[in-house]
């Protein structure tokens, strides 16, 4: 079982945090607002300054600069009273892995200051909630790695915190484990914890976030609802598929002039997605998508599929960053040395 809260109001605020790691600046003036109850997304690859924005607002690292306040508790000169309000779940599951499911959580119970009996119920609620039970007496090593995110959870809500931070909870699981923790922070939320989740996926934060912050390079370079975010780089996206991957060139070259857009160029040979509507005109998408398809027809470039559709995060990413949400860069080498 997971106990209820409410809270109102903003959970966190950050202003102008800067955070530096020898020469990287890892934080470059973030601003947050995080509405109480709801999930938030830090949306960003690796190395945009996401992990570092989370331990700043845990209070494991001191900001160089800026103020951030969680709950109205000053990170820095009421940490204490911050801690006492949040609980953090990093990448990497970290309980004992020599200990058994029900073992670690009884421990943690009791380093919380809850008696024996309290302790044991507690993790016995906490292990059927989140499909353990089975594997409560099973050493934690033998976990999969979807039951050990979910265990890591499970720990980290044992006090039922009002903020809970999750890390990039999903790296690395297979997409049956992805929806199980999915399920888990939908249900922590029904039950008035905030939820901060950071994130390279973006069909998570598409599918948990109600508001998110797009991040880059330590700040944050949008922010609103997924629709929101989708709609400010036009109304529509249109994929095409062609029959012949040769004349794709051409193709290229024929939608860039019709829609007066950048082409994207997709990893199968013969796709390709181009923006459309960018003054936000549903009717506007529709005519200049007929417009491009025509223009193919008159050339003679064979269309073997089509579709009309609401941009997905991934291209707003593209569209507002110039490059994808995915694979760690240079950068990312830069903060762990600094680290």
């Known amino acids: 079982m997971i106990m209820s ?4 109001g903003l959970a966190v605020e950050a202003d102008g945090l800067v955070r530096s790691f020898g020469a990287t600046r890892a934080l470059d003036g973030l601003d947050l607002q995080v509405p109480a109850g709801t999930v938030y997304g830090l949306l960003g690859p690796n190395g945009a300054g996401k992990t ?4 700043v607002l845990a209070t494991l690292l001191r900001p160089d600069g800026g103020r951030a306040r969680v709950f109205g508790h000053d990170v820095v000169t009421e940490a204490d ?3 006492a309000r949040v609980s953090l779940t990093g990448q990497y599951a970290s309980l004992d892995e020599d200990l058994t499911g029900s073992e670690n959580l009884v421990l943690l119970g009791r380093l919380l200051g809850l008696p024996k009996l309290a302790a044991r119920a507690r993790a016995e609620s906490l292990l059927a909630a989140f499909g353990l039970t089975e594997a409560a007496g099973r050493q934690v090593k033998k976990y999969s790695g979807g039951m050990r995110r979910r265990i890591d ?4 809500i044992l006090n039922t915190p009002d903020l809970l931070f999750l890390d990039e909870p999903t790296t690395g699981l297979d997409p049956r484990s992805r929806n199980q923790v999915w399920e888990i922070v939908r249900a922590v939320v029904a039950h008035g914890t905030t939820v901060l989740l950071t994130t390279q996926y973006l069909d998570e934060a598409d599918q948990l976030a109600g508001r998110i912050a797009v991040i880059d390079h330590g700040k944050v370079i949008a922010e609103g609802t997924p629709g929101e975010l989708k709609s400010s780089v036009g109304s529509g996206t249109i994929h095409v598929r062609l029959r012949d991957a040769g004349q794709r060139p051409e193709a290229e070259k024929l939608l860039q002039a019709a829609l007066g857009v950048p082409v994207q160029l997709e990893a199968d040979p013969v796709a390709m997605t181009a923006r459309v509507g960018e003054e936000g005109s549903d009717l506007e998408a529709s005519e200049q998508a007929a417009r491009a398809l025509g223009e193919l027809a008159r050339a003679g470039i ?13 291209e707003v990413f593209l569209a507002l960053t110039d490059h994808p949400a995915v694979a760690a860069d240079e950068r990312d080498d830069q903060l762990e040395a600094a680290r």
């Open 153 to 156: 959870i499970a720990a980290s």
């Open 302 to 314: 064979v269309v073997d599929d089509f579709s009309l559709g609401q941009p997905s995060l991934d």
């Open 81 to 83: 009273a911050v801690r």
């Open 52 to 55: 570092t924005a989370v331990r």
């Open 5 to 8: 809260k409410r809270n109102t």
